[in-house]
């Protein structure tokens, strides 16, 4: 690819790539380094992405994809995901292109030249293996083929860059392989078995942190600063965490595609697909199902300013300023007490429904706002009630 001298010559140079028979812009693409197998020495472990563009960015994909062709790369832009190595040719083409914009590659607009850039210069320095970086186009949102495609969607999640819930993850447990994880760097199971004895006997057997298919939050993402995640152990990757959630230590988790969406306290258990709202508090060793976890396949979500009492389980949506009491289920099965006064004032509470009767199951409240779950102490009769206050978190904390 020829220099390009001008920010108009770069735009024409885009734009007459784009207009090419069958070119399609990307849903999603990156530069990521690969970690290999020890045993399976062409077994990708595990793919790291400084950055990935999510519907974004679709001139530097243009350009990535005419440097691919011009080493006479073809791209199927009718498959899900393309996956092709890159070498210093490449770099070198798509920094021809980047030319006008060079002085600004450390701007938060350039980050993929920035991306380019460094990556040219550690290679001319350091070389490295064939494969070890390559570039990814995701373009549809299909079940996850690879273990490049499963990481690409799982940092778009971690980065906010789509809303929990909002991506097709099928395939990713069958993409990513189980390994044991030492210092972030992932090591093959079958690895270790093989070379045990050498291993201990020469005290180079790996401290190994865990064994999972997923890394944690923290070895792929830089969070907000107002962010506080108190153990590694407690995040794992591909969950999201809005600014200002902190994740204490203890019976917390929170789960991959899972995560918050406002300033949260989190000291119990949020499964996959579980959501929670801006203020609300999920107490100490209380757990949000997940949806193997008995909720019918019925992801929950937890709205704003509500409270999960320590060691209860909240096993229905949640509207806003709800209260579930320390240590009681709420399933969608369970039968719950509500009395005239209180129905009105909960009826009151959600414009638009109307609830009839006495007692109801646990699914026929799901979503409503302002309800207290409790449990009458002389009858044990589970009942709710209208949440009379506002639950709000201690500022001092976050």
């Known amino acids: 690819m020829n220099i390009i001298e001008t920010t108009d010559a770069f735009t024409s140079c885009v734009d007459t790539i784009r207009s090419k ?49 011009e080493q006479h790369v073809n791209i199927d832009y009718n498959a899900h995901e393309v996956i092709c190595n890159i070498n210093l040719a490449f770099l070198e083409n798509c920094l021809n292109a980047f030319t006008p914009y060079a002085d600004e590659a450390m701007g ?7 991306v380019v850039s460094a990556l040219y210069n550690q ?15 995701l373009f549809d949102d299909a079940p996850c083929e690879s273990v490049e495609a499963t990481y690409l969607k799982l940092y778009a999640i971690s980065q906010a ?12 447990f069958g993409a990513l392989p189980n390994v044991a994880w030492s210092a972030g760097t992932p090591i093959e199971l079958e690895w270790l078995r093989e070379f045990e004895i050498e291993l201990k006997l020469a005290n180079e057997y790996p401290h190994i942190d865990f064994v999972d298919k997923f890394p944690r939050f923290l070895q792929h993402i830089i969070p907000a600063d107002n962010t506080r995640i108190l153990e590694t152990s407690k995040v794992r990757f591909g969950a999201q965490l809005h600014a200002g959630t902190t994740v204490m230590p203890g019976a917390s988790y929170i789960n991959f595609n899972a995560g918050t969406t406002g300033v949260s306290m989190v000291e119990g258990r949020i499964s996959s697909s579980a959501i929670v709202g801006d203020g609300s508090d999920v107490g100490g060793g209380a757990s949000i199902l997940g949806v193997l976890s008995g909720t019918d396949g019925n992801p929950i979500s937890v709205g704003k300013n509500s409270l999960l009492g320590a060691n209860s389980v909240c096993g229905i949506p949640l509207g806003d300023s709800c209260i579930i009491d320390a240590g009681l289920a709420i399933l969608e099965g369970t039968k719950i007490g509500i009395y005239h006064e209180e ?3 909960i009826n009151a509470a959600n414009p638009g429904v109307t609830l009839e009767g006495e007692i109801f199951k646990g699914k026929d409240l799901a979503g409503l706002n302002g309800l207290h779950f409790r449990q009458d102490s002389l009858t044990g009769e589970m009942v709710a009630k209208r949440s009379t206050r506002e639950i709000t978190l201690n500022a001092d904390l976050h």
């Open 21 to 69: 028979p069958g070119y399609k812009d990307p849903l999603a693409f990156g530069i990521c380094r690969i970690d290999y197998g020890q045993l399976h020495v062409d077994k990708v472990l595990q793919a790291t992405y400084p950055l990935i563009n999510w519907n974004e960015n679709f001139g530097s994909a243009a350009i990535f994809m005419e440097a691919l062709q």
């Open 108 to 114: 938060d607009a350039h980050k993929n030249i920035q």
């Open 123 to 137: 290679l001319k320095q350091e070389g490295c293996r064939d494969g070890e970086f390559r570039v990814i186009f």
């Open 161 to 172: 860059k789509v809303p929990l819930r909002s991506v097709n993850l099928d395939g990713a």
């Open 343 to 345: 129905l009105q004032k």
